[in-house]
């Protein structure tokens, strides 16, 4: 991954938690966290993963608010960040922090 690529899923990264935080106002969203974004190299396409507080149907129904929501958060990125044209967003769900704290158990019944 390129330098500059770096940049850009980084400053994705803020503009949409920051969006999702301050723009949003869908009650399915809960208490989200944007870990990472994977913007394609052409820019059409751009991965969000986040992180969601609480049981698995508000997992759920924080990712189906998030996805309803796709245009308003695609619009503070063209808003926010200057690129040639404003990547589609689709929304998945990061098993890196839940598969840390599962790993970090089975190490301690050792």
Do not use: C, W
Not at 34 to 39: A, D, G, L, M
Not at 75 to 104: M, N
């Amino acid at each position: 991954m390129t330098e500059r690529m770096r940049r850009v899923n980084e400053l994705m990264r803020e503009v949409i938690g920051s969006a999702i935080s301050t723009e949003l106002e869908d009650p399915r969203i809960g208490f989200v966290t944007v870990t990472s974004v994977e913007t394609s190299p052409d820019l059409r396409s751009a991965r969000v993963y986040v992180s969601v507080l609480g049981s698995v149907a508000e997992r759920e129904a924080t990712l189906a608010g998030l996805r309803s929501s796709h245009g308003v958060l695609q619009a503070a990125i063209a808003r926010e960040v200057r690129l040639k044209r404003t990547p589609t967003l689709s929304f998945h769900y990061d098993e890196t922090p839940e598969r840390g704290v599962r790993l970090s158990r089975l190490l301690d019944h050792e």
